[in-house]
């Protein structure tokens, strides 16, 4: 637990994006919620890959093929280690963290949830852990139950037993993608288990952002995006308990899930193999590997740590700056949130917003976040999010907050 | 700010701030139709009354961003009064122009309303409309500018016009 | 139509990896059939992404997600291109072909297909396109029927109208990855029609061979793999016609799928971002494009020329070296195959095989290759298999001799 | 060739082309069990004769490449006649050797058999076995050299011995 803070200008070297400019000015990128820039490691990983020794994975008896494969599951017991999972055979690799959910969805859902079944999700879950409910809910008669928010935006537990009666799984968020909020997993793991229900947590804004340790949460399943932690696009997964994978049938079928096809059926490999079809993001999985190894060196208290502090810096110029006429959506207490910071500006839609400041160089998200139920809780239609990440420093915070001021001026009426 | 003065001209403010035709008319006998914008949760209520093959009332609700509430705005003051077959020539050619840059990113044209082609579309004269050419060049506000339009669109087709 | 062939000098140069020695030997790289190496404007195509404009598509306001956005689109517009598609909107990116027959099992045939129903494969197709049925067939009552091979490892169709009688789907691959055979798609595709059935063709072992037109097929679903094609790995994607994809219901759900969700469901979005749920493989998809481009420039009939002229030096070298101790799994008819020849070592299993010729740089696969069904019709466990592409050479071909002479006299009683 | 020589031993090779213990034995009394390697095709099949505890007999039958065969070969001869319980720590140990590359991939090792641990294992003889070691430099081999010890496994387990 190194109190360390990051030294953001080395860390900032090795993005090469960042030396780009925007319509003439410093590119400030302040949507790493959506997908966080690539330093330089994580690419000349990849590069290495095809330029050295790329070949299917789990196929050839060859040297490069022998290498490629071990670099891919060096990159699975990475993510394992990460994530604090006991063997790298609890990781399932996936495109992104959505097919991972779908994976849970259709496989093992589909295996344990009959008509008048419960799921339960909170109002502030990305669609990602909202559809594939709806989308098993219209199939088969099961209900959604909605755990909604207090008015300090985070989980409102109160009614938690009720909700959690009868249900067979807890869907939830480590932390929103939207409000910033990260919420208390092991409470809520301890309520759905003495339901009885599995609890899955959407990762993808936690894994990147503070130390995840599966265990300490008692969750059955996580997901994860690598995208969203320095890794390349193409590639995300599942840590879930061992026994879960072991009895969960197979999702899509093909290559390398099999032990054995016949032409009158099939027998699935061993685990984490049964659910990896088809020829998988091989160099995107040893990128993934290498974002494991520049986040690992960070350290991530470290990197909580500074997200915490420019938070801090972030939530008091704006209010500074804007006072009344900036709404932000989200908890103020910074030991609750992490940096990502959801914003209504008086009387500006959130497109408009996005694109004036774009004019400045600022990239941050005009958008509905893809949590639409949310929005229709905080009443609007779309929000402008700043997202924070390791590469984002002061400076960053500064020109955010002067180029709302251009907004505020353009469409001043 | 030179680059933006393209996508916020004057004009297109000017219907933001006061949008034209805002309002609510009694369904039936008007048809109420809705569009959403599925990347930013736009949102577009058309109310459009229709008489022999008229469009003689036209209200508009909803919100959005300003370039999709002055289209809405500026849109609903192009058609009313005109014939469908009028309001759909404007739609076609409004809509080629919207498209000129998809259209070069597909590689594959394709008329959005099976009527009228680009050529005849050139014919139209979009009037203030064509102050919202300057969208092109933002690719994602496009979807911002053309929703009334493929909302009227779907509803015409519902209403059988 | 031109009977240009390949510059194959230059074409090497382009492939970093062909300059890497293995065992001190160089690199004989023969096992694209299984994934083919990537040509130096694929990486730097990839690399530029990350370095000069990355940002998430479909979701930004700001300059570089738009940026990023176009360059995605445009890759889909290039694969249309390739397919002979009338629109881009009509091809959907998945992870890889597996996904792609899975989305068509998924969402179309669990919409259309019923106890009773019958789906037609045939003998030598690849597990992607057999377990997805399996799965199908278990869960619905649905029969598998197999479509046999002729002698000369062509498909049988002398009983194709009884096979296809009561058919709902014809799942059928344009070239086989074992036997190198050649598909009559257009033929099959009229019978299927004929009897009321969909045609689904895996085209994973044809776009990167020869010019494919989904239209002149008369096919109506068409699954292609990017990492096959000199495109990265994480990228495939189907082609299906545009009344189909309307009417699929959407089977992975979460963001960029819907339209609209609210508490109570949700409505999907338009074709064909309804079936891309999630962060797609953004990067990879802009990868795929660039082998696009690279594969035209070359000219998919001239790769196809030199494929075919190199397959039959192939085919005469080793039938001269090793006679009757060399059995080859496929069509001797160069207009019937393509430059995939699988082979069997008299009294030398393919493993061991494989494990010599690497020795001297050569790559070469022992395997079922995901066949496990034909390689039961073939009576052998494992084929060494070879497999040509536009960088490989006589002289490769040449190594590939010795390099089995080698082996045979390693083991040699 | 010299980076075969490790691979391919001579005692190797010499149980690859003379096979111990291959064959049958009528089931029941002797128990039957099949393995699979999903990656290319190999097949190995046991007939296990249990008495009180020791395994009067063996044999195999299957096919494979010269790894798995002379490991299936090499394996009967090591455990016929012993107790299961010496067995299984013969193929603990036979594991452990096999899995000290795959054990460093992961950073977390674990007894496949869940008998005894790693240092228990290696006061286990190999004698022969020993021979096999040079497969751990070839990753893709090694689960053709394991495939019959799994196999062994699973048929003790369904045996219940
Ligand atoms: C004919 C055929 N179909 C399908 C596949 C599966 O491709 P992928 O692993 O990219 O999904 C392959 C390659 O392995 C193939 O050769
Ligand atoms: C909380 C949360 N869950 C899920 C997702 C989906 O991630 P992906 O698009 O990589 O599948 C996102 C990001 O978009 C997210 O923020």
Known sequence: MSAATLDVARIQADFPILKRQVHGKRLVYLDSASSSQKPIQVLDAMDRVYRESYANVHRGVYTIAEETTAAYEAARGKVAKLLGAASAKEIVFTKNITEAINLVAYSWARANLRAGDAIVVTEMEHHANVVPWHILAAERGVELRWIPLTPDYQLDTTKLDDLLDGAKLLAVTAASNVLGTINDLRQLADAAHAAGARVLVDGAQAVPHFPVDVQAWDADFVGFTAHKMLGPSGIGGLWARPELLEEMPPFLGGGEMIREVTKEGFLPNEVPWKFEAGTMPIAEAIGLGAAVDYLSALGLDAVRAHEKSLTKYALDRLTDRFGDRLRIDGPRDIEVRGGTISMVLEGIHAHDVAQVVDEEGVCVRASHHCAKPLMRVLEVPATVRASLYVYNDEADVDALVEALSKAEQFFAI | ?161
């Open chain 2, 1 to 161: 700010m030179p680059g933006l003065e393209d996508l916020y001209r004057e004009i297109i403010l000017d219907h933001y701030r006061a949008p034209r035709n805002r309002g609510e008319l009694p369904v039936p006998p008007a048809h109420r139709v809705e569009g959403f914008n599925p990347l930013c949760g736009d949102e577009v209520i058309l109310y459009l009354e229709l008489d022999d093959g008229v469009v003689t009332d036209v209200r508009t609700a909803g919100q959005g961003c300003s370039i999709s509430q002055a289209s809405t705005s500026m849109m609903s003051a192009a058609v009313k009064g005109r014939s469908v077959s009028e309001a759909r020539r404007i739609i076609d050619a409004f809509l080629a122009l919207m498209h000129t840059h998809e259209t070069h990113l597909e590689g594959t044209p394709d008329s959005a309303t099976g009527n009228g082609d680009g050529s005849a579309a050139d014919d139209v004269r979009l009037g203030d409309l064509a102050a919202l050419q300057g969208v092109v060049k933002f690719p994602v506000r496009i979807k911002c500018a053309t929703l009334a339009w493929y909302t009227l669109l779907q509803g015409f087709d519902e209403a059988g016009a």
